[in-house]
């Protein structure tokens, strides 16, 4: 192995080494060797070995960090950077991704568009999201956030029949290469600051110069607005609705955890380190992004009658808590967050999967109306739906509600008092709109009488988000010292 | 494990005996649902006997770590002001089992299932002494109680359901904010330690503090109580919820939010309680006589019920904002009699309903005729309900009216005449449904008291007669724990109650001065 | 009289061009023509990244631009396959008629 190469980076980049490779050879098989529609189901043995071995990687780096003691390590000098917070973010990543591998093959099939690019866009869609957790640098940053965005435009415009699903990928598209835009606009100031696009050298060339510095307002103004079109923070929201209603369900909830989750990850990497020192700017802007956020996401969210749209309008004020306790930005925070990102990844997948699971032939599947009187029908995907509504909400023994303990937790200890209550009162309001959902599913009488379609893949991935919705709500302390150790820095 | 523990963990181990019945046989899970039931039962009578009254602390305590960090733990324990409501609920719950026995013909399994887990959540919320734990309890019970309503009610059980929901909800998040600040100042969630800072001094609030503070934990209870103006969605709970529903919603639910006062806003914010004691004693005098007036001219049988809660409850509020010993305890034997006697209007009004098939006062007439001992019971209820001497209403208004005397004359006055109005409405409605012609249906469908009938009925007729009779088997515990909060509201009142209600120089309120 | 062309110079350039980007994304109907406002804020970036690699002597932001054009390539690309699949179901290229789902 050469200088340029050396065994510690080929250590940091095998998963995403994985993930690339068997997203290229779904891309080459399904054309070479699997070409029959039969034999999809290889392919799709293929994803999972895919996520198996990053799995092992990211396993075997959590284990050396451990074994060894070590905080981080570093990885082409410096470019990437594998930590407790990188390794926490890959393990959601991964789940997201294998959650959304199971479901995705009966969807298809009744979409009529099954094909294997669409696992193969997954695979390298998660690759982007390795970099975003992992990466330290400015340019591996944006390499990794475009790979991720490019994969999700595509798989947004999956169905390629469907005028929806055109427009939804064409709006995401349009607004996302635009925010993009922004932010690499905001990096090339950064690195103008610093001379290096290093993180950690960005970080040093601000810390040496005032907060309010226009050039380092107008990097920090540039960077934040793409990143907040990335979560979908108000007001830069609007592609959100849109992109989750059109895009194929399976693909809304990928989107809604996975890229929420891998560009929480980019927002932290970048406002906790460089954009640190000027703490005293961002705050308060943040502060009105997350109430923003919350206001827009929980009010529009009660008016909803699309399943997809609610749960759209809800992911965006679950954004605004989240920042709340970026907010904080004490200890107790940034593990809100992290524990919040977790948790809502699962209860949020779960939610979706049970919208999976409506989509028929002859059936949209996405109307309020089409859960009518579910309980009936097929109790115990209503209660398991139940249990991801009182997650969302946030109330116990569930998994949401240890989260936004943690966020009002963390705004209390660092006397935000308004926003804590703020936050509050917005649960009532998102209490208000679940349980609409709760109401059709539970007290209206049945309307649909057709089956469900389910499959072996789409159970077993609703009863490890049930089972860990609930787990970590009534046992959370392993997940909080997961969490805990995996605090950056 | 305790008893108490066992008294927690056996209906959600209830619970998940009922799910594993096949749902076609309703026999066995009615069965399994009402063993359950009286086991609890026993097994919390078992408390009663083995609670010793002299101990000052908590008994059958149970204090084993939850959550690492923060420090959240599982703390439970009870003192004579938990004991009897435990009971009270292990009680309740078997008499809505056997309510429920014809009453609910569709989906028996989640019903069973439902009211039994919610047994628990409960016991929890009266047990708890971990804020955070009690929190938790406090919103596990209300999701039963949604589904009970909203899947089993009346016509309009949607809206009545959701309402109940949203209006709980919107009070208790707020108590959330509160709790998590008192963490911050008190870096605990336990409640005996916090309480041990507050009286030593140690953990000390400024009065905007301490009054918001006090204001998050009061909107919660006083939405759960429900205190006047607040009282909206209690009637519509009511009259759309199933018979058993009605019956815990009113004899334990409504005891959460004053349980919650006594255990957790007096002790915890004796300042801002005795300041802002006059407006809050001023709401439950017009809760009283509005819940009143309002019952009185009732068409729904079980509106008017509902109604004379609000009324009833009135009067526990007004007791526990006199800070005496006699109101206190008139206000905790005011919960139970009013668990016992409104919980057994319901049972009989839902015995009415499941004959005739009608809520409406209108639709009755003559009922004595065709059904004497029905008459007999709800002569008793309704004696009861209005605070005749020898049954159990009596006592605990008594005690009320006595301790508010001593604080201030004029409250006495007024709560007075809710009782006298309490007998209006009350006996007017015995008039008008059991006595005069009966109708044809009446006469035709209306027939006794069937022998399920009677042991759900029963055992609450004698709590009547003995609770307004020997009042010592009950008291002496509540008289202990009611001293020690009382201890506690005395101590370290840092900033004077500004606005004396007039009149109000009596012993007791220059005593904690 | 000739002024030399500084750094500053080619970031006021940089930031005009940002600026008629935006405006081009923000006002313009075409589909088309946004694809291009957005390549010309891509552009704004590589004459930023550029001019600061002059200027510190340093490769790393020449390898940042390659980067940036690789990646407005591969944008363009799949929106214009996007348009394109678009196109096939509805015979349009003006954002205000894409109005099945709400803006």
């Known amino acids: 192995m050469s200088q340029y190469y050396t065994t510690t980076d080929h250590f940091v980049l095998v998963p995403a080494l994985m993930l690339a490779l068997f997203g290229c050879a779904v891309l080459l098989f399904e054309v070479l060797v699997f070409p029959h529609p039969r034999q999809r189901k290889w392919l799709l043995l293929f994803v999972l070995l895919g996520l198996a071995f990053a799995g092992a990687g990211v396993w075997r780096q959590q284990n050396f960090l451990a074994s060894q003691g070590i905080e981080e390590l570093t990885a082409f000098g410096g470019t990437l950077t594998v930590d407790g917070f990188a390794i926490f973010f890959n393990w959601i990543f991964l789940a997201a991704s294998l959650i959304v591998t199971l479901i995705s093959y009966r969807y298809l099939e009744v979409e009529g568009e099954h094909h294997g690019e669409y696992y193969g866009l997954i695979l390298l869609a998660n690759c982007g999201m390795f970099f975003l957790a992992t990466g330290t640098d400015l340019i591996t940053l944006f390499i990794g956030l475009e790979l991720m965005a490019l994969c999700f435009y595509i798989l947004v415009g999956f169905l390629r029949e469907d005028r929806r699903s055109n427009e939804a990928a064409l709006k995401y598209l349009l607004l996302g290469a635009f925010s993009s835009g922004f932010l690499v606009y905001g990096f090339s100031v950064l690195y103008g600051l610093a001379g290096s696009t290093k993180l950690r050298a960005v970080a040093d060339a601000l810390a040496s110069r005032e907060p309010w510095d226009p050039v380092v307002f107008l990097a920090l103004a540039t960077t934040a607005v793409g990143l907040l079109f990335k979560i979908s923070a108000v007001p830069f929201h609007m592609w959100a609705p849109d992109a989750y209603e059109g895009a194929p369900t399976t693909v809304t909830a990928y989107l809604s955890v996975g890229s929420k989750a891998a560009s929480f990850a980019l927002l932290l990497r970048v406002f906790l380190m460089p954009l640190g020192a000027a703490r005293e700017v961002w705050e308060p802007l943040l502060a009105a992004v997350a109430v923003a956020t919350m206001t827009v996401g929980n009010l529009a969210a009660v008016t909803q009658t699309n399943i997809k749209r609610l749960l759209a309008y809800s992911s965006i004020s679950h954004a605004g808590y989240i920042l709340l306790g970026l907010i904080a930005g004490n200890e107790t925070g940034i593990k809100g967050v992290l524990v919040y990102i977790l948790v809502y990844t699962f209860m949020n997948l779960g939610a979706f999967l049970v919208v999976v699971a409506l989509r028929r032939k002859d059936l949209l599947g996405e109307d309020l109306d089409d859960l009518a009187g579910l309980v009936y029908k097929s109790p115990g995907y209503a209660i398991l739906m139940l249990i991801f509504l009182l997650s969302l909400a946030g109330i116990p023994p569930t998994a949401g509600f240890i989260a936004k303990y943690y966020i009002f937790l963390a705004l209390i200890e660092t006397r935000h008092y308004v926003l804590a209550v703020i936050g509050t009162l917005y649960v009532a309001v998102a209490i208000y709109y679940y349980f609409r959902i709760v109401r059709s599913m539970f007290l209206a009488p049945l309307a649909d009488t057709g089956p469900l379609t389910t499959s072996f893949g789409l159970r077993l991935a609703l009863v490890v988000t049930g089972v860990l919705t609930l787990g970590i709500g009534i046992y959370p302390e392993p997940f909080l010292g997961f969490a805990q150790t995996s605090l950056a820095r | ?513 | 009289m000739l002024h030399p062309i500084t750094t500053v110079h080619y970031l006021l350039l940089s930031a005009a061009l940002l600026l008629v980007g935006t405006i081009g994304v923000l006002t313009r109907r075409n589909v088309v023509i946004i694809l291009m406002s957005i390549e010309l804020i891509l552009n704004a970036v590589n004459i930023n990244l550029i001019a600061f690699s002059r200027y510190f002597g340093d490769v790393t932001g020449q390898i940042f631009a390659i980067f940036v054009i690789a990646v407005a390539v591969a944008e363009a690309a799949v929106g214009l396959g996007i348009l394109i699949a678009l196109f096939r179901n509805k015979e349009t290229v003006w954002a205000d008629e894409i109005e099945l789902l709400k803006w």
Not at chain 2, 61 to 83: E, M, Q
Not at chain 2, 95 to 118: H, N, P, Q
Not at chain 2, 221 to 237: E, G, R, S
Not at chain 2, 406 to 424: D, E, K, P, Y
């Open chain 2, 1 to 513: 494990m305790t008893l108490l523990n066992l008294c927690l963990a056996l209906p959600v181990a209830g619970f998940l005996l009922i799910l594993a019945i096949p749902k076609e046989n309703h026999r066995a899970i009615r069965t399994a649902a009402l063993a359950v039931s009286l086991l609890v039962f026993g097994l919390s009578l078992g408390l009663a006997v083995r609670f010793d009254t002299s101990l000052p602390a908590y008994q059958f305590v149970t204090n084993v770590p939850w959550i690492a960090s923060p420090a959240i733990r599982y703390h439970v324990g009870i003192d004579g002001l938990s004991l009897w409501l435990v009971i009270l609920s292990t009680l309740l719950t078997p008499v809505g089992v056997l309510v429920s026995w014809r009453y609910i013909d569709r989906r028996v399994k989640e019903f069973y299932a439902l009211l039994i887990l919610m047994e628990s959540g409960l016991i929890g919320v009266f047990v708890a002494l971990d804020l955070f734990l009690f929190y938790v309890f406090w919103e596990v019970s209300l999701i039963p109680m949604y589904f009970l309503i909203g899947v089993w009610g009346h016509e309009r059980r949607i809206y009545a359901a959701v309402k109940f929901f949203l209006f709980t909800m919107a009070g208790s998040v707020l108590m959330l904010a509160a709790i998590i600040y008192l963490y911050t100042q008190a870096a605990t969630f336990d409640y005996p330690a916090i309480l041990s800072l507050v009286a030593e001094g140690r953990l000390r609030f400024s009065p905007l503090e301490e009054t918001l503070l006090f204001l998050g934990f009061f909107l919660a209870f006083a939405i759960k109580v429900p205190l006047f103006p607040l009282h909206t969605w209690l009637p519509d709970a009511h009259v759309e919820a199933p018979t058993a529903g009605s019956v815990i919603l009113a004899s334990v639910m409504l005891k959460m939010g004053t349980y919650g006062l006594l255990r957790f806003s007096l002790p915890l914010f004796p300042s801002a309680s005795r300041e802002h004691a006059p407006w809050i004693a001023v709401l439950a005098i017009i809760g009283i006589i509005y819940g009143a007036l309002v019952a009185m001219v009732q068409p729904n049988m079980k509106k008017l019920v509902a109604y004379s809660s609000v009324s009833h409850l009135g009067f526990v509020v007004l007791g526990i904002f006199s800070f005496t010993q006699l109101g206190l305890d008139g206000a905790v034997y005011q919960m139970l009699n009013h668990g016992i006697s409104t919980g057994a209007l319901f049972v009989l009004v839902g015995f009415l309903y499941e004959r005739r098939h009608s809520l409406e006062i209108a639709d009755y007439g003559g009922v004595a005729t065709p059904a004497p001992n029905l008459a007999v019971v709800f002569m008793i209820t309704t004696l009861a309900s209005i605070g005749l001497p020898v049954l159990n209403n009596f006592v605990g208004e008594y005690l009320v009216l006595q301790g508010t005397a001593q604080v201030n004359f004029r409250w006495t006055v007024f709560a007075a005449i809710g009782i006298i109005l309490s007998a209006c409405y009350m006996l007017w409605l015995y008039q008008r449904a059991f006595f005069g012609a009966a109708p044809e249906p009446v006469r035709a469908h209306v027939h006794d008291l069937s022998p399920r009938e009677w042991s759900a009925i029963l055992p609450l007729v004698v709590l009547m007669v003995w609770m307004g009779t020997a009042t010592q088997t009950f008291l002496p515990p509540i008289g202990a724990a009611n001293a020690r909060i009382l201890e506690h509201t005395r101590q370290n009142v840092e900033f004077h109650v500004k606005q004396r209600p007039p009149g109000a120089a009596s012993a007791e309120v220059a005593r904690a001065r």
